[in-house]
């Protein structure tokens, strides 16, 4: 089974500043999909960030990057010149590389808020 | 930017009440899904379709939900006789038939409230 593990209920970050969000995983799979979704108040699901495992460079999208450490399992989520938009639910998740249904596994979830 | 569109976007029910909630995937998309999302708690599977039938489904996936694509365009998510621990938001999503998760995307949700 899989499993995905957000340790950080909440956090905040002052406006500007950098906020580096945890997420760890188990699985006995080798190739493998990470993610991380944000979700603001609309409660709307939008994908911020993919990273394939078996890439070993980090995935990066603008403000937004990870720490892919596949030995260690771990998958951090950085943000960098925090805005006041990206105050949301922010959720790590696991898909399998190949499956029938693709299904995601999400974490409990990280409530980031961004400090004026 | 094709969406995957839910309607309606809230529906209050009474308990016992049968419901169904509605999604139109992207036009060109052959796998469709229904998460749930108790207030709160983590996004959840539910089921996975593809083919004209399910190709995954969950433990929460019980005989009291069902889908169907009645008319090739719609994707349903029936549920038979509500109970109060099915309020939740409902999240719909579809992807591409190109493997893994090319265009893999969710829809604003439904909120679900049983009383």
């Known amino acids: 089974a899989q499993t995905v593990t957000q340790s950080q209920p909440e956090m905040s970050v002052q406006e500007a500043e950098t906020v580096t969000l945890s997420c760890t995983y188990d699985?006995?799979?080798?190739?493998?999909?990470l993610f991380w979704y944000k979700q603001p108040p609309s409660r709307q699901m939008i994908l911020v960030i993919r990273?394939?495992?078996?890439?070993?460079q980090n995935a990066t999208e603008n403000r937004f990057s990870v720490n892919f450490q596949k030995a260690a399992k771990s998958f951090s989520l950085k943000i960098s010149d925090s805005q006041l938009g990206d105050t949301a639910m922010y959720f790590c998740?696991?898909?399998?590389?190949?499956?029938?249904?693709?299904?995601?596994?999400f974490g409990t979830g990280t409530s980031l808020t961004v400090i004026p | 930017e094709p969406e995957v569109t839910q309607t309606p976007s809230h529906q209050v029910t009474q308990m016992g009440q049968e419901v169904i909630l509605r999604c139109v995937p992207i036009?060109?998309?052959?796998?469709f899904y229904w998460y749930r999302q108790i207030l709160g708690q983590k996004v959840e599977f539910l089921v996975s379709?593809?083919?004209?039938?399910?190709?995954?489904k969950s433990e929460i996936f019980d005989d009291q939900f069902s889908v169907e694509r009645p008319d090739g365009s719609n994707f349903t998510l029936k549920i038979r006789s509500t109970k109060l621990e099915d309020s939740a938001m409902y999240f719909c999503?579809?992807?591409?038939?190109?493997?893994?998760?090319?265009?893999?995307?969710f829809g604003s949700g439904t909120r679900l409230t049983v009383v």
């Open positions: 999503a579809s992807r591409e038939d190109r493997g893994g998760v090319h265009g893999y995307t």
């Open positions: 699985t006995s799979e080798n190739n493998y999909y």
């Open positions: 990273q394939e495992a078996y890439k070993q």
């Open positions: 998740a696991f898909m399998k590389h190949v499956s029938a249904g693709n299904q995601f596994y």
């Open positions: 036009s060109n998309h052959l796998y």
């Open positions: 379709f593809y083919n004209n039938e399910i190709s995954e």
